[in-house]
């Protein structure tokens, strides 16, 4: 099976936080969590969201193995075995680790896996007005990063980066 | 449990506009997404209406009609509440005449159709609106200048835009989605970006020119000079479609580069290299936002981004500014009855013999309403009704607004929940959201499109805003319709469809066609870009336009400002919020808690502030607290402070309404605001910094 990710392209966030309220919606959160964030640099912006890790520091760090990745490479955890120790909090990299406090529990982006099998694109996705949540098959995400990433350092050739179907 | 159904409707949080799927179940809205066949905004969604099921289903909202009885709010029937209000009009009718009734709304919410109509078959020409400084404002400029508003033809891929004081990322204003902008973009346009703050899109921009707040005017200016002394103008368009252009280009002459890098602090250079930039790459377009228009240079300032768009020939071409074709849909101006406000009313407007301009676009400024209610003169004005409005907290110098408010013999509120104008009022009528509403939406805007929202679900005993006119209309003996549904089908008339079938098209779109002046000419009273204004001219003011100090600066008040030492530019907007609204909802609110002023370091550390500090913004007229963001962004002589500010949680009535809101610094007298269009300044004036002397552990 094909493994998919999701990745922000930062250089094109501009700090709307139409990606987080979209989360929100579609996980049922109300203030709390927020499996994605963005941080307020101006005029940069910053989102903090799990990278799906392939060697998933969260998942090493859990005590009562809670936290697996699926065919996909999708880092999801299983909250009936969670136990709310937070270990997994502290040992990701990027912040992405949420805590629920009304459930006691750990919780994560998780791909938005349901939305996926209906063929419907991640919640946050979907709502970003300037398409930098890139999501998809990981080999040709990972090609487009690196372009995106050669491009973004030119101004011009800055504007071919982009998610927009343009026609 | 039920299946989820999805409706397809239209957006208003803001604006409004963009497409949405609404899904339901059991009854009750439990998700919106975007419409990806939405011409507007092609399937994305910004927080404001992502967050709609947090406001429709808010414990806080008011679900019913209300009055305020001797034990406070009481619940009432539609019947009793509709009585109410037409038994007060009636009396203020009898005994001061409709003149002393004041009909109110806030920003553009797609029903002054409706409520103008109200207003006028009431014979009132006294209504009050964002629009003294707000888009109608540019509208009205726009008119006597060159007959309509011209709109930046995104879809048609221009190749320079300039944001001129916008962000339209964040803000989605009028007729522009920040979407629309952004594939234009993408497709590879030139970017220039004037705004005080580096902002992203400073960021992504070629060129950016960061001005001292308020000196737009004086840098349209530059751009004319350097256009016109190198030679970068349209000559055919000039010499066929200006009229004036000798006269204007004296007036451009008195504004040489070093004078307006004096003013504007935007070094001589880069003005000359934007100028030629946008005078060269074409088609260009210019993107204006309100702080253009907040103050007392408004209408010159929008008469001279016309003029730069005029000279450039790019007025009314593909990617240019253009005038969009409005879809075969009756216009908001016949279904409002202007013209039924006889001429004996249409004198009696609250400043109209000033504010001519403001007259002509059927509004007043909120000043001269004030001074009615507060001091009789020229009468008094007795009763109110206000429609998704909160001027306590939106309009200049808010200790008069709310004195005023709190003076008015009987005043009735439109709205959701009981805000801090609100609780002013005498009768609370519950309004419904744009998912309890069916309606021809966009319509007002210029920007070719026609949009069904269309009703999702009831909420309670919430009405839409439409049918509250509607209703209250019938019983004055105006002339309505039965139903709501039953007046789009006569807005919808000409293009054929009846408010069903429109329903299930989703949307009308004019169809284009540019370059409309060869034949037509421009509807000014010469056929041309009237740069030289025959109508100003007329009514006693200076033809040409010019630039003018505001009155509180360190140019016009040296003394005051060794007193005030920083320029306040208030008014900063959040991507989360829109005005005054949202504060109560618990997603929005998350991301953003409290009010922000930004600071520059150099300038806090002179303070003592550190970033996160609460801090006392002063100015002559008060003082209001916010919490200082330290940031190198902004000029160090600059200070930067959200707008909008109330606390919804903090539950005495007055919500906490003057605690952070920026309003009660701001001015209101008649020598502060445009004087044709008694646009009032809420951008710019002087302050002073402090940090706040309570516990900072305690504030926060």
């Known amino acids: ?167 | 449990m039920g299946d989820i159904t999805k409706v397809r409707t239209v957006c208003r949080s803001c604006h409004g506009g963009c497409g949405v799927i609404a899904h339901v179940k059991d009854g009750k809205v439990i998700k919106v997404e975007g419409d990806p066949e939405s011409p507007i905004s092609h399937g994305t969604l910004c927080s404001k209406c992502l967050a709609i099921t947090q406001l429709a289903y808010h414990p806080d909202r008011i679900t019913y009609p209300m009055k305020k009885g001797n034990n406070g709010w009481e619940r009432i029937s539609w019947d009793e509440a509709l009585d109410t209000v037409i038994g007060k009009f009636k009396e203020v009718i009898k005994e001061y005449g409709p003149e002393s009734i004041v009909i109110g709304q806030g920003t553009g919410r797609d029903y002054e159709s409706h409520l103008y109509r109200f207003a006028n078959l009431l014979g009132t020409p006294n209504v009050l609106t964002a629009g003294h400084m707000c888009y109608v404002s540019r509208v009205a400029a726009t008119l006597i200048t060159c007959g309509n508003l011209p709109i930046c033809d995104y879809p048609a891929d221009p190749k320079c835009i300039v944001m001129w004081a916008c962000n339209p990322q964040w803000t989605n204003p009028d007729e522009y989605k920040g979407e629309g902008f952004w594939r234009a973009y993408k497709r590879g346009s030139k970017l220039i970006v004037i705004d005080p703050r580096k902002g992203f899109l400073a960021k992504k921009a070629d060129l950016w020119l960061q001005l001292r707040p308020g000196t737009d005017g004086a840098l349209a200016f530059g751009f004319l000079h350097v256009i016109i002394e190198e030679g970068l103008y349209d000559e055919t368009f000039v010499r066929n479609y200006i009229h004036g252009w000798e006269e204007f280009k004296k007036r451009v002459q008195e504004y040489p580069l070093e004078r307006v890098e004096g003013i504007t602090w935007v070094k001589k250079e880069l003005i000359r290299n934007a100028a030629k930039i946008y005078a060269t790459v074409k088609p260009a377009c210019i993107n204006w936002g309100v702080p253009t228009e907040q103050t007392l240079n408004c209408t010159d300032c929008t008469r001279l981004l016309t003029g730069l768009m005029a000279v450039t020939g790019n007025l009314d071409v593909p990617g240019g500014n253009a005038f969009f074709v409005p879809p075969p849909v009756r216009p908001v101006s016949q279904f409002s009855r202007h013209k039924d406000l006889s001429p004996e009313q249409w004198k009696k407007r609250l400043g109209g013999e000033q504010y001519k301009l403001a007259a002509r676009v059927a509004l007043i400024t909120p000043k001269v309403a004030w001074d009615a209610i507060l001091t009789g003169k020229p009468y008094p004005l007795k009763a109110g009704l206000l429609c998704g409005t909160n001027p306590v907290i939106t309009r200049a110098n808010a200790r008069e607004a709310y004195e005023a408010l709190k003076k008015i013999n009987f005043l009735a509120v439109i709205d959701f929940f009981l805000t801090p104008t609100a609780e002013l009022a005498d009768v609370f009528l519950p309004a419904g959201t744009w998912l309890e509403q069916n309606h021809v939406a966009d319509n007002w805007k210029r920007h070719g499109y026609a949009l069904a929202r269309q009703k999702v679900v009831e909420i309670g005993e919430c009405w839409q805003d439409h049918k509250i006119f509607l209703e209250l209309g019938k019983r004055m003996g105006q002339e309505w319709w039965d139903t709501v549904e039953d007046a789009l089908d006569y807005l919808l008339e000409p293009s054929g469809l009846t408010w069903e079938q429109f329903k299930e098209k989703g949307f009308l779109k004019g169809e284009q066609v540019y370059h409309k002046y060869m034949d037509k000419g421009f509807s000014t009273p010469t056929g041309k870009v009237e740069l030289y204004s025959t109508v100003l001219e007329k009514w006693g003011h200076d033809p040409l336009p010019k630039y003018r100090e505001v009155p509180e600066g360190p140019v016009s008040k040296p003394e005051l400002f060794k007193e005030y030492p920083y320029i306040l530019n208030a008014g900063l907007r959040t991507p989360t919020f829109f005005h005054s609204a949202n504060r109560m909802i618990p997603w929005l609110r998350e991301i953003r808690p409290d009010p922000i002023v930004e600071i520059h370091p150099k300038t806090a550390a002179k303070h003592g502030i550190e970033d996160g500090d609460w801090v006392t913004i002063e100015s002559p007229r008060g003082h209001v607290k916010e919490r200082a963001k330290l940031t190198d962004s902004i000029d160090p002589r600059v200070v930067v402070a959200e707008h909008g500010w109330w606390f919804p949680e903090v539950k005495d009535p007055g919500h906490g309404w003057d605690t952070a809101n920026i309003n009660i610094l701001t001015d209101n007298s008649h020598e502060s605001m445009d004087p044709v269009m008694g646009a009032t300044n809420l951008r710019v004036l002087l302050c002073k910094l402090s940090p706040c002397v309570e516990d900072q552990e305690e504030l926060r």
């Open chain 1, 1 to 167: 099976m094909k493994k998919v990710s999701l990745i922000f392209f930062k250089n094109d966030c501009m700090g709307c936080h139409a990606c987080e309220i979209a989360c929100k919606q579609e996980h049922g959160f109300g203030v709390g969590p927020r499996l994605v964030r963005v941080i307020e640099r101006a005029p940069d912006f910053i989102p903090i969201y799990c990278h799906h890790c392939t060697k998933a520091p969260c998942k090493a760090a859990c005590p009562t193995k809670a936290i697996s990745r699926n065919e996909q490479g999708i880092v999801l955890i299983d909250e009936e075995l969670c136990i709310g120790c937070k270990e997994c909090m502290e040992a990701c990299p990027f912040g992405a680790m949420q805590f629920d406090d009304d459930r006691d529990v750990a919780v994560k982006c998780d791909l938005c896996v349901e939305r996926l099998e209906n063929n419907e694109e991640p919640a946050c996705s979907k709502a970003c007005a300037t398409r930098c949540i890139f999501w998809g098959d990981t080999k040709q995400l990972s090609e487009k990063i690196v372009a995106a990433r050669s491009k973004s350092a030119n101004p011009t050739l800055d504007r071919e980066v982009t998610g927009i179907e343009i026609a």
